[in-house]
């Protein structure tokens, strides 16, 4: 039992040892591996390093400190301290990783802070004060708030850009260009709604002045009307229900043309009130018809009357002349 106790220890620790013996060849191997890797990384960053900006010293300083991890890794290997050696081929394999994402992703990420979003919302800046001056109620889209929230964010992500920290930069940047570029689709919009707000209020001023006028036309009658066709008061109900509705109407439009002059609301609000209003109009149309359909009916009977009696007044005057020259002497004068 001693032995085989004994013999137990000395395979472990032979194991042990041939773990530290192999691994000076294997982290050998793994080193060259990474400076292999480490070459093609920096000569791809030399071949753009222009794109990097004042971001490309700070890139270069960590190559440097790459490169020192590697001069650790010769010294460790120098004094036999093999424990030590996988900690640092592991700290430069994570090392590589972090700055190959580095050269790969930093160019598109100062090309967008810098160049491209400056540029966009300078551009959106000025489509915006144009349009303002033009009188577009464009508070809504919170241009200018988010223009400065945008450039702290930039800020923020070039400021992290310093000490290569890349996290959600690039995410955060196609946020905003996403985010400017559907404010020119917004700008373009609100263009051709204020053609359609322009179109649909002036169709609407054009049918509610000629309902106004055929309404005060008929008020103005109200007396002669009643006397002439009789009216009965559910008649006459109808026609002052369309009175009340279409004086609402002329109110509620007269604060939409208030809100169009001080500009308060967008032109797709806008335009939606439009809708509503020209819905109410022909509301206002249909029981109008309604009403004048009866005074139409009520002045063809009137009419067809009026003919009724001229005829009776022709055949009256012709029996009247009949009678005379046959001069009957037992038909009374009064007949």
């Given at each position: 039992m001693e032995i085989y106790k004994?013999?137990?220890?000395?395979?472990?620790?032979?194991?042990?040892?041939?773990?530290?013996?192999?691994?000076?060849e294997r982290n050998r191997a793994i080193i060259t591996k990474l400076k292999t890797r480490y070459r093609e990384i920096?000569?791809?960053?030399?071949?753009?390093?222009?794109?990097?900006?004042?971001?490309?010293?700070?890139v270069e300083l960590q190559f440097e400190n790459i490169s020192k991890r590697f001069e650790d890794f010769e010294d460790v290997m120098d004094r036999h301290e093999y424990t030590e050696t996988t900690n640092i081929v592991k700290a430069v394999e994570e090392m590589l990783n972090h700055i190959e994402v580095?050269?790969?992703?930093?160019?598109?990420?100062?090309?967008?802070?810098?160049?491209?979003?400056?540029?966009?919302?300078?551009?959106?800046m000025t489509i915006y004060n144009q349009m303002v001056e033009e009188g577009y109620p464009l508070d809504y889209?919170?241009?200018e708030f988010n223009i400065e929230e945008a450039n702290k964010k930039i800020q923020d992500i070039l400021d992290r850009a310093k000490v290569l920290d890349l996290e959600d930069s690039l995410f955060d940047?196609?946020?905003?260009?996403?985010?400017?570029?559907?404010?020119?689709?917004d700008f373009e919009k609100e263009k051709i709604i204020k053609q359609e707000y322009e179109a649909a209020n002036k169709t609407l001023k054009t049918k509610l002045d000629k309902m106004n006028n055929l309404v005060n036309?008929?008020?103005?009658?109200?007396?002669?009307?009643?006397?002439?066709?009789?009216?009965?008061?559910?008649?006459?109900?109808?026609?002052?229900?369309?009175?009340?509705?279409?004086?609402?109407?002329?109110?509620?439009?007269?604060?939409?043309?208030?809100?169009?002059?001080?500009?308060?609301?967008?032109?797709?609000?806008l335009t939606e009130e439009v809708d509503v209003l020209v819905i109410r109009l022909s509301e206002?149309?249909?029981?109008?018809?309604?009403?004048?359909?009866?005074?139409?009916?009520?002045?063809?009977?009137?009419?067809?009357?009026?003919?009724?009696?001229?005829?009776?007044?022709i055949l009256l005057k012709d029996a009247k002349a009949q009678i005379r020259n046959y001069n009957l002497p037992v038909i009374p004068n009064s007949y």
């Open positions: 004994v013999r137990t220890q000395s395979e472990f620790l032979l194991d042990e040892i041939k773990e530290l013996t192999t691994s000076d920096y000569e791809k960053f030399n071949e753009s390093k222009n794109e990097f900006g004042e971001i490309g010293q700070y580095v050269v790969e992703e930093m160019p598109s990420i100062v090309l967008i802070s810098k160049g491209i979003l400056p540029k966009k919302m300078q551009e959106i889209l919170n241009v940047l196609k946020v905003l260009n996403d985010y400017f570029e559907s404010l020119f689709t036309d008929i008020f103005s009658q109200m007396d002669d009307l009643k006397s002439t066709y009789s009216l009965e008061e559910k008649d006459i109900k109808a026609l002052e229900d369309v009175k009340t509705a279409l004086d609402a109407l002329n109110s509620d439009y007269n604060t939409l043309t208030a809100h169009t002059s001080n500009h308060t609301f967008a032109y797709s609000k206002i149309e249909d029981k109008l018809d309604k009403s004048l359909d009866i005074l139409g009916s009520m002045h063809d009977d009137e009419q067809r009357a009026r003919q009724q009696l001229d005829e009776v007044n």
